[in-house]
């Protein structure tokens, strides 16, 4: 590491100590300004000692965060019912479901499920109680400018109230192939966003408050 700082020549030359207070100024003016070089010298062995382990316990803790990511996916799919085909997954859903209602009332259909299944966005497993349950996984965005926040609207059609509007946080979805929720955040800040049809690259121009839970 290098660091780099403005110095006054004159000040220099009059000064024989200029420089060891120059770096300690640059270190905060945490060491005391009369400090001999010896003892600065071991009070910044200290600093670059206690760094050193600070770097070693982030170090440790990010090596056990991919653990438990790993040991979550493997869990994951173990659950994961495999289906080979569209007409593998009709007949599964058979048993639990009554497929003339796919597709309608807006629903989406049995290809559009298949399709999730085969790029990865959700899962099909069984509960607790032996039932077939399509699962993902989702993270909602509270994207702020000021005092206005992004708001998606969906509509569905309800039989007794008709077409109902509801609003909603934005949401990303991450896939199984995406370890952490960062990368389908990533994804989504890229080209997520698409008013009129238009994808918007927001990468340069969102700033996290806080970093995505994995």
Not at 132 to 150: G, P, S
Request: hydrophobic share 35%; with cysteine; proline share 2%.
């Amino acid at each position: 590491n290098k660091l780099i700082t403005k110095v006054n020549p004159v000040e220099a030359l009059l000064d024989k100590e200029y420089f060891l207070r120059k770096l300690q100024m640059c270190h905060g003016d945490h060491l005391e300004m009369g400090a001999s070089l010896v003892e600065f010298q071991r009070q910044l062995a200290e600093v670059e000692e206690a760094k050193a382990a600070c770097d070693q316990q982030v170090k440790t803790l990010k090596q056990q965060l991919e653990n438990l990511t790993q040991e979550n996916i493997r869990m994951k799919l173990q659950r994961r019912i495999d289906v080979q085909d569209e007409e593998q997954l009709r007949d599964l859903l058979a048993q639990d479901f009554d497929l003339d209602a796919f597709g309608s009332n807006g629903k989406g259909t049995i290809s559009d499920l298949y399709h999730e299944l085969k790029h990865d966005m959700c899962w099909l497993e069984q509960d607790e109680n032996g039932n077939l349950v399509r699962t993902l996984e989702m993270v909602f965005l509270r994207v702020q400018f000021k005092d206005l926040v992004l708001i998606q609207q969906h509509s569905n059609r309800d039989q007794d109230q008709g077409w109902v509007r509801h609003n909603f946080l934005p949401g990303v979805r991450k896939s199984l192939k995406e370890a952490y929720f960062s990368a389908a955040l990533d994804t989504w800040f890229e080209s997520g966003l698409k008013p009129g049809g238009v994808s918007v690259d927001l990468r340069d121009l969102i700033v996290q408050d806080e970093p995505p839970i994995s």
